[in-house]
């Protein structure tokens, strides 16, 4: 199915200018028009199940914070049975100097330092999901989130 294309033309009442000059008058009408044209795009995202002792490909959270988001990589030991990660948070312009940390599950703070950061991850082959942290946290989202650099 298609989708659907709106069109939307506004118009803006007529502008009159009128100049006088000794012996001569011109007025000049004018109008302004916009036109705004908008469509809808469907995505479909298909999840394919990791292999039995192996844990599935991470994805970064967009934080719900009024803090700014950062852009997050993950590097795995293997792509076909990823059992090790490491996801590292960086800044988007290192020339604003700020602070990135790895926050994980919306609430715990897995590291923080200046311009980036890098955490380990290791999968837990039971449950094929991700671990972080001592004691091991398992890891529902992962937030790369960026901050001021810390006072005093």
Request: negative net charge.
């Amino acid at each position: 199915m298609t989708p659907p294309i709106v069109t939307t033309t506004t118009m803006t009442p007529p502008i009159v200018t009128t100049t006088t000059i000794p012996g001569t008058t011109t007025t000049s009408i004018s109008t302004s028009t916009t036109t705004t044209t908008t469509s809808t795009t469907t995505t479909t995202t298909t999840t394919v199940a990791p292999p039995a002792n192996c844990c599935p490909a991470l994805m970064q959270t967009l934080t719900t914070s009024e803090f700014p988001d950062g852009q997050m990589t993950f590097v795995y030991n293997n792509n076909e049975c990823r059992t090790a990660v490491v996801a590292t948070c960086s800044q988007t312009d290192p020339a604003f100097d700020l602070y990135a940390a790895i926050v994980a599950n919306g609430q715990f703070f897995l590291d923080y330092g200046p311009n980036n950061i890098s955490f380990p991850g290791t999968c837990n082959t039971t449950l094929q999901q991700w671990e972080m942290g001592t004691p091991p946290l398992l890891i529902n989202t992962l937030e790369c989130r960026l901050t001021n650099p810390p006072s005093g």
